[in-house]
């Protein structure tokens, strides 16, 4: 028997473009490391120990898919921020640490909005807005990047 939730997560990733892909493993991430806060508390080794190991691999595979020719600075920095966040997480799981897989959490929400705003700049009808604010001003040249028509 399928589980719904999982059936319900490979449905939405089969529609979702890349920034979404980018956002879904943020959120990933995000509640492997709020799972492992509670084994923490629960002091469950095997199951913190799981968690973060998990969100490492997925770390792993968003640093993977950074095209630095094309990304260029914010390709770099995120390489940066994904080096950090992989050695942080390793001290938190050493240490046992709330606190530093808290803070890691609380990165993670930050860039995670930093991704949801580039995907609602990309949506439909972001799209469609820069369309009409063109036609109103009478510029033909959309400015801005990842404004599509």
Known sequence: MTDPRNAYREAAVRGANPVQLVIRLYEQVIEDLRQALKAIEQNQI???TNKINHAIV???HLQG???FEAGGKPARDLNQFY???RQNLLQAQIRASKQILSQQITDLLEVRAAWME???RESPSASLEAVTATTATGNSTLRGAGQRV
């Open 46 to 48: 095997d199951l913190r």
């Open 58 to 60: 997925v770390i792993g």
């Open 65 to 67: 898919c950074l095209n």
């Open 118 to 120: 580039v995907e609602r």
């Open 83 to 85: 080096d950090v966040l």
